[in-house]
């Protein structure tokens, strides 16, 4: 019965088995209780913006505090299961899968057409997979093993952001407040674990806060964490506007040059 869903059970116990030895990996070498210091202070910008934005207190405004609340925590059962990869693992598993349907339709085919003695359908059937046979054979070696440590790296980073946002993501008990401004806040932030934005941010600001440690860089910054959320508070308008993470960060930076 099993086998009909599609998944062997001891695959999948050896993908949560690999899964769950990753992610104590992860937790191992990363320091969490730095990165939740940072997230709050990602947050503390966030509730900021809310203030500062006229726009954005304006899109909240009609919805009561327990609406707010349940709008904050939304997100929270998506983001362990966040991929932020999945377009780009999906186009590169497309050409297998389109070549092993055309291999699955043509074995099927030429089974019949042998069965039902229609030699002309059974002869088309097979110099297809003889096709199928020369292209996969056609793609060097070196092509196909660029592909499966790339597609590694995208797996490693997909577990390790599911890791991150799964340790960094803001449940109800975080939102048990009347301030608005935090209720909003933590929302917006639940949904940036939804991409990239959430943990470059916390990854920012977790060097930001390191960077005072450390013996000769800290004696030319004294307070880079403050001198960075000054520069994002200073500009919501311009960041605002921005198109994307990118967009943002090379207009800041044009400004300030």
Do not use: C
């Not at 790339?150 to 599911?162: C, G, I, M, R, S």
């Amino acid at each position: 019965m099993a086998s009909q869903s599609g998944t062997h059970p001891a695959h999948t116990l050896w993908q949560n088995k690999i899964g769950e030895l990753w992610t104590r990996l992860v937790l191992s070498l990363v320091p969490i209780d730095d990165l939740k210091t940072a997230r709050e202070q990602v947050v503390e910008i966030y509730a900021m913006a809310y203030l500062d934005i006229g726009e954005f207190q304006e899109a909240f405004s009609d919805h009561s505090d327990l609406e707010l609340r349940d709008w904050a925590v939304e997100p929270y059962g998506r983001i362990p299961d966040y991929d932020p990869h999945e377009t780009v693992t999906s186009l590169l598993a497309l050409p297998e899968k389109i070549l092993g349907w055309f291999s699955k339709t043509l074995t099927v085919t030429a089974v019949v057409a042998g069965l039902a003695s229609a030699r002309w359908l059974y002869s088309l059937a097979m110099d297809g997979l003889h096709l199928i046979e020369v292209v996969e054979a056609s793609i060097p070696l070196t092509a196909i093993a660029a592909g499966i440590v790339y597609l590694w790296f995208l797996y490693a980073d997909t577990l390790v952001h599911q890791t991150l946002g799964e340790e960094l993501r803001v449940g109800q008990a975080g939102v048990q407040t009347r301030r608005r401004t935090q209720i909003v806040a933590h929302g917006v932030w639940n949904r940036s674990l939804l991409g990239q934005t959430g943990l470059f941010l916390v990854g920012l600001f977790y060097i930001l806060d390191a960077i005072p440690e450390l013996a000769v860089v800290g004696s030319l910054f004294d307070d880079p964490t403050s001198y960075f959320t000054n520069l994002i508070t200073n500009n919501f308008d311009l960041l605002y506007q921005s198109d994307g993470l990118i967009d943002a960060l090379r207009n800041l930076i044009q400004k300030e040059i």
